[in-house]
């Protein structure tokens, strides 16, 4: 039987079940979870020139979670403590 749930984010339900003796829930995202851009000082444009970032090598490139998907990245890290199985339903 399939038990489904509101998750931390309001699109992305949990849908849980058992089945072999395995906790399987099924979650999606929505859209891009992850971002990658340079480090925050030389995001605005304008900040530094273009030939800068591309030849100094010390410009950091960080991978973030955005603001507003933090509701998401919750919602899977709450799932992922639920299952034994975390399950993701991409590209719908």
């Excluded at 984010?9 to 058992?18: A, D, G, V």
């Excluded at 395995?22 to 979870?33: I, P, W, Y």
């Excluded at 490139?61 to 709450?78: H, I, P, S």
């Amino acid at each position: 039987q399939v038990h489904s749930t509101n998750g931390r984010s309001k699109y992305n339900r949990l849908f849980e079940f058992e089945f072999g003796g395995v906790r399987h829930v099924f979650t999606s995202v929505t859209g891009h979870l992850t971002s990658v851009d340079v480090q925050r000082e030389f995001r605005a444009w304008g900040s530094c020139s273009a030939s800068m970032l591309l030849e100094s090598g010390s410009v950091r490139v960080d991978e973030f979670v955005r603001d507003e998907n933090q509701k998401v990245a919750e919602n899977l890290r709450y799932a992922a403590r639920q299952a034994t199985q975390l399950n993701l339903w991409l590209d719908c």
